[in-house]
């Protein structure tokens, strides 16, 4: 009966293991995704624009606007994982202090 407690234990956390490097790599994926559309935006697009003085400037400044707007959902996504992680490793901590 013991053994059968470990196997099931083993494959709870297998569960959340798997859980966590999915939600990881997906985190990863958005963070690639985002660096790359910055990256064709600002080399395709916006490098063949020949602007100069006040325009250049404009375009900087929403550039940066867009960049921290674009980019804040999938900190928000990934502190939210990491987060939620920490918090059910500390109580699985818990639960194995009180069982010992």
Do not use: C, H
């Not at 009966?1 to 990863?28: A, C, H, P, Q, Y």
């Not at 250049?56 to 606007?65: R, S, T």
């Amino acid at each position: 009966m013991d053994n059968s407690k470990e196997w099931k234990d083993l494959g709870v956390r297998l569960k959340v293991f798997t859980k966590w490097t999915i939600s990881g790599l997906i985190d990863s994926a958005f963070l690639a995704l985002w660096v790359l559309i910055q990256w064709f935006v600002n080399d395709k697009v916006i490098a063949n624009l020949k602007l100069s003085g006040v325009d250049k400037w404009v375009l900087l400044i929403f550039q940066i606007i867009f960049a921290i707007s674009t980019l804040a959902p999938v900190i928000v996504y990934t502190y939210t994982d990491i987060r939620l992680m920490i918090i059910q490793a500390q109580k699985r901590i818990r639960r194995e202090r009180k069982s010992a």
